[in-house]
């Protein structure tokens, strides 16, 4: 039986950084995935994807095309975007096996299943399983897909990687789901001309950030002609064969018509690799492996990583994970990933970055806080461009005004969000932050500004 220190299943984002970042450390480390191509959901299944289609649908508002309906030009650039996606994705499979070629990482293709906290097979059929022995088994099988409540996937009732797999834009589309997705896809299916609905079971949009970001957005989607529907649940589905047609449980017991509709709820950890193995799964408000801050679960030489444990499944923060297992099983000291300094964007026409505590959560922790909101309007870009909607809200404890959480909305808050999750993450100040230079005219004069902005007035608002 071939034998490791560490086995990891799946390499998806965070599987195959922490064989990487394991094998830099010294220990012999293989890594198992079922799929023929690695790197998990983000490079093959939508997160790539959407980007690409992202910049396409820029791209296409930017050169203004009639969005009222779809016509060849759309469907042609459609196709064309996805074609791009699928190039960019191969390109980033290809960066991930050279990676691990490059480490010595020995890689198997097949299922993988947690025997014992010694042994991993991998196989399906009783004759072609192959036993892996281990000093240290890291579980990163990631999350599945699945369908918003009560309803089952099916030719119109489809997830984001079948939206990406349609030759040609829908006409009309619902998207259920609170997350930054269906903004994303909002703005991307608007641009090529489809109508489309949001359906939330939430009471605002982007329920998890902070309430005047949602506001922001909200202002926003009126204004592009996305239907936006809260508080809202689908009492019956029925196909005509042509179209579906969705009756609401909501009092105006509306009836939506449209192509598909498309389930962008949060994906499900996929546990498969650990079935009946108890991991103490206990209080895990997602169904995912409950692990501590090292990513060590209740057995003593399991450990998990990514989207398969409790909490926030997030690119972002997959590396940073690996790290902190990767240290720990080379018995190098480690500092635990920040839940708090994790960043969060969602990109379209009005995009949003955020970290750390927003209004409502400052309030119900019962901290000393303090406030600076400055309107994009009254910073370089809003003078270049003049429309610019949005603003930057820092949320600072008193009385030392450390960043406790920072609210972007508008053009070039992702661009801004690193030099504050900085600051943030070394504990500097806002005034701190207010004397740093910035370059004359650039957007991010406006952060100087917001962090004055704490302690006395701003120069410019
Ligand atoms: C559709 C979708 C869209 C997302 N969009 C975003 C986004 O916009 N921004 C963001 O930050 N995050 C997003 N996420 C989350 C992000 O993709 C995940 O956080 C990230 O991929 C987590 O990486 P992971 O390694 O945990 O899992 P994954 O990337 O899912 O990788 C898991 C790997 O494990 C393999 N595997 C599973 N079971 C087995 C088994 N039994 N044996 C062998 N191999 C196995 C799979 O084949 C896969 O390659 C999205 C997730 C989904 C599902």
Redesign the pocket.
């Known amino acids: 039986m071939a034998q490791f220190d560490v086995v990891v299943?799946?390499?998806?984002?965070?599987?195959?950084r922490l064989a990487i970042l394991a094998a830099q450390r010294g220990l012999s480390t293989a890594v198992?995935?079922?799929?023929v191509h690695?790197?998990?959901?983000?490079?093959?299944?939508?997160?790539i994807a959407?980007q690409v289609l992202l910049q396409a649908a820029t791209a296409r508002r930017a050169s203004k095309p009639d969005r009222s309906m779809i016509d060849q030009q759309s469907r042609q650039s459609w196709s064309q975007a996805l074609e791009q996606a699928g190039g960019v994705s191969g390109r980033l499979r290809e960066s991930v096996q050279l990676h691990l070629r490059k480490n010595k990482v020995t890689v198997y293709q097949?299922?993988?299943?947690v025997l014992d906290d010694l042994t991993v097979t991998?196989g399906c059929d009783a004759e072609d399983i192959e036993p892996l022995a281990a000093r240290a088994i890291v579980v990163?099988?990631?999350?599945?897909?699945q369908a918003s409540s009560g309803l089952t996937l099916d030719g119109r009732v489809i997830?984001?990687?079948d939206l990406l797999q349609l030759p040609e834009p829908p006409s009309a589309v619902v998207l259920t789901g609170d997350s930054?997705?269906s903004l994303?896809w909002a703005y991307i299916l608007r641009s090529f001309g489809v109508a489309v609905t949001i359906l939330s079971g939430a009471e605002r949009l982007l329920p998890m950030a902070d309430r005047e970001v949602s506001a922001q957005l909200q202002r926003w989607l009126r204004a592009d002609q996305t239907d936006r529907l809260f508080n809202a649940a689908i009492a019956s589905l029925a196909d005509d064969g042509r179209q579906l047609s969705i009756n609401l449980t909501d009092q105006s017991r509306r009836e939506l018509r449209a192509d598909y509709l498309v389930c962008l709820d949060d994906?499900v950890p996929?546990l498969?690799?650990v079935a009946g193995i108890d991991l103490a799964l206990g209080a895990s408000s997602t169904r995912g492996i409950v692990t501590d801050q090292f990513g060590h679960s209740s057995h003593d030489r399991i450990w998990a990583?990514?989207?398969?444990c409790d909490g926030i499944?997030?690119?972002?923060i997959?590396w940073s994970q690996a790290m902190v297992v990767a240290d720990q099983l080379a018995g190098r000291p480690s500092e635990p990933v920040k839940e708090r300094l994790i960043p969060k964007v969602v990109g379209g026409g009005l995009p949003v970055a955020w970290f750390g505590l927003t209004e409502d959560d400052a309030r119900s922790l019962g901290v000393d806080w303090v406030k600076s909101k400055l309107p994009l309007s009254a910073s370089p870009i809003g003078w270049i461009d003049g429309g610019t909607q949005g603003f930057i809200k820092l949320i600072c404890a008193q009385p030392h005004h450390e960043i406790l959480g920072a609210h972007l909305v508008g053009p070039g808050a992702e661009q801004l969000l690193p030099e504050l999750l900085l600051a943030a993450t070394w504990d500097l100040s806002a005034d701190e932050l207010a004397v740093t230079l910035q370059a004359r005219g650039s957007i991010a004069e406006a952060l100087r500004d917001v962090a004055a902005g704490v302690s006395g007035p701003m120069l410019h608002y």
């Open positions: 299943i799946g390499a998806g984002s965070s599987g195959h198992i995935d079922q799929q690695l790197g998990g959901r983000a490079v093959n299944h939508g997160q959407r097949g299922k993988a299943r991998i990163a099988t990631g999350s599945l897909d997830t984001e990687s930054g997705r994303e994906p996929n498969e690799a990583v990514g989207s398969v499944g997030q690119s972002a997959s």
